[in-house]
């Protein structure tokens, strides 16, 4: 089965609004084994629409449109699909009262073009929406189906999953099911890695690439769920025969999700002490529902004297090694710990530019460290790609990175250790820093 | 003229990718004067491809393409669209000293396919690519234009600004100049209030929203930088006329920059306490270069003996009002800001979801205050739309706002007032609650 995504607005042509629906609709038509051939993006302009319409109806068993149901003369998507698919358009009365409805409940009234949006195909289908006032049409002509949904991507998605899909599966007479696996490292080397399970025909298996980890997304078409379930997890297999413990957790939106999770089923909690990242790493710990059972003192100390007030940070160490370094980013660490009382402790100090730097110490440099137990781990990360922000969410991931493994109860692969004890013996933070200058 | 944007590439009909390349150019096209007629994305297969540019050549004077100058079989751009173009490709000596060269700088030899990539134009011209190995082409027929450009953004932006860019406004004999304005409020409204002033053919003006706020870019054309200039700062007195103050700065990327901007020049420092917010304004300032001239405490106290041992919150007050109310809000500042000796501090406490609220405190709901002089402000929000990262980004706007409204020295409107001293009256914390719990 093959299809086009074609959206409707001309906002869309003026680069007012970014088109995120093409890509949604364009994974998901995927998932269902449907191949999308184009992705078109026309204005509300009638015989530019009904032209395209027809050459696209000639090219493709589907045409899925969003955008252009709504009540102004500019919407014109219905009526000008409906002539293409040899169908027209009636009143529906029962459409009209959800619409006088809801603008009551909203205090306004409603105009005449509003009319407009209760009319639905006469020999096609009306898709309900449960999420606003305009409703989505089916149109179908010698085994050629059109479908219209809403631009607004909050409704276009909610009556793409709740009508849309499961007419499809139907007519596919199977079911999907699908398996996320997140997984920890530089993208470009996991795409690499994982090359040739990419191009498999079912289950299909994509990689989206995201800051310090990717996404891999495993899904499987099969008569029953279970049978997709089964079919997801024997192909996930072949990733983590590849990718082993870098996979670090399945169908969570991201590594603040594991980390919170892992904390509370093992009933520790964590601090952050935050210099370079500012509050990025509390930000996305709190982000999470139920952070508040793991999480309570984030410490963002952006000057030297905030970090020794609040932290207990040496000045004469910040003095001798720099406030970038891993003396400074250890005791950080050990006195987020002490300030809040919390199990763990996760510790940035850095350079994420654009001014500052020199040969020792360049933008880029950023100085990680986790307190647990009797123990400090101090890692040193350079990031080359010198933009502030980039720097600034690499060095907040790696710190959740780290934050999991310590939350594992995992010795952290290539940090050094310090004794908790020893963070503030001169010969120790010598050591410390000698290891990690280098 | 007009103008189709032609993103080649499978990637973007699998949904692999988010296809921002035509968003941007569909912007730049607008400020050109050029009319985008379509935007449409297709896959790298050799038929497809000539029949679409064949027949979108009829139709526009201009064809942009992105993607799909690699150096794969697959990408077959550059000789599909030269062959529409009545054009042919020639080896380019000098294009394939500069590719061996990047591969011998990065340690990796080329393969016979990175040839592919030093083909150049005969007759129409190559485009230089200052930030990658592909260079781009331009061909021309019958004054018909088609230019091509890399898929990856960062260097198809480059490009485009470097070298497309120039050409398109040499040809139209003139120059471009942009202003962009950033207003306060809800974005709604002030498109409706401006709603005149986004139709005009030169300056163009268009409107983006953004989480409590929006932004109007207005471009003029014009023959010289100077008028241009002109051009757009009498416009821009049009939108001034219609929003008043609301317009609170120009060319920042965000209201943190200005925030910023505006405490340093005024020597002022700022401090933050975040609870559900949770860190997220102290990342918003931290992520301005030179925040650390303004900035150097924030605290996240997410648990209520946080709240208590960092910012020395009354726990009866806790205990009295709730963890969300006006009274908490003004303790939170006001410890903010004695904790860490700054000038002005502000603090939010609020219910993001999606467990917790009830009638009073439903969720959504959310205590914002900002501590200067003698004065505590308090303002209280309901955000309606149940979405734990959206009540958590318009809570944090709104604290910047109040944050700028402190720093510009202005009463903030809407605000509840009460002393500094009387933070800790309980009469003057019940009226406090009184007036906001309503």
């Given at each position: 089965?093959?299809a ?17 629906n ?57 009526e ?16 009209w ?17 509003n ?136 169908d ?6 594991t ?35 793991v999480?309570?003192y ?90 502030r ?35 503030s ?14």
């Amino acid at each position: 089965m093959t299809a086009e995504i074609i959206s409707v607005g001309t906002e869309l042509l003026l680069g007012n609004i970014l088109n995120t629906n093409a890509q949604f609709l364009s994974q998901e038509l995927a998932a269902l084994g449907i191949t999308v051939q184009r992705q078109s993006t026309i204005g509300d302009n009638h015989d530019r629409l009904a032209e395209w319409v027809e050459a696209a109806k000639a090219r493709a068993d589907l045409l899925v449109f969003t955008g252009g149901l709504g009540p102004t003369a500019d919407d014109l998507t219905k009526e000008t699909v409906a002539a293409c698919y040899g169908d027209s358009l009636t009143f529906d009365p029962e459409e009209w009262e959800k619409i006088t409805s809801f603008f009551a409940r909203m205090g306004r009234q409603t105009t005449p073009n509003n009319r407009k949006q209760a009319m639905v195909p006469v020999h096609g289908q009306k898709i309900p929406n449960a999420h606003g006032t305009a409703p989505g049409a089916w149109f179908e002509q010698e085994g050629r189906c059109a479908v219209l949904m809403p631009g607004v991507p909050a409704e276009m998605k909610a009556m793409w999953a709740e009508q849309v899909r499961p007419r499809l599966l139907a007519r596919q007479n199977c079911t999907l099911h699908s398996l996320t696996l997140r997984v920890l490292g530089g993208e470009s080397d996991i795409e690499y890695r994982v090359r040739g399970l990419l191009k498999n025909e079912n289950p299909t298996a994509a990689i989206y690439c995201k800051t310090g980890e990717s996404e891999i997304r495993i899904t499987a078409r099969a008569a029953s769920d279970q049978d997709g379930a089964q079919m997801c997890r024997a192909y996930a297999k072949k990733f983590y025969d590849l990718l082993g413990d870098a996979v670090y957790d399945e169908d969570v939106p991201g590594l603040a999700h594991t980390v919170v999770h892992t904390l509370a089923a093992r009933g520790l909690t964590l601090s952050t002490a935050e210099s370079c990242t500012g509050g990025m790493i509390a930000q996305q710990l709190t982000g999470v529902p139920g952070a508040s059972d793991v999480f309570g003192y984030g410490f963002v100390t952006y000057w030297e004297q905030a970090k020794a007030r609040l932290l207990g940070v040496n000045p004469a160490v910040i003095e001798r090694y720099n406030v970038v370094s891993g003396p400074v980013a250890a005791q950080m660490a050990r006195g987020a710990r002490a300030a809040s009382g919390s199990d763990l402790a996760v510790a940035v100090t850095g350079l994420a530019g654009p001014g500052g730097g020199d040969a020792v110490r360049p933008v880029g440099t950023v100085y990680i460290a986790g307190a647990a137990g009797t123990s400090v781990f101090v890692e040193k990360f350079h990031y080359v790609r010198p933009d502030r922000e980039n720097t600034r969410a690499r060095a907040a991931h790696a710190a959740l990175e780290l934050a999991l493994r310590l939350a594992q109860g995992k010795a952290p692969a290539g940090c050094y250790r310090i004794d908790a004890a020893a963070c503030s013996d001169p010969a120790a933070l010598a050591a410390l820093d000698g290891a990690l200058i280098l």
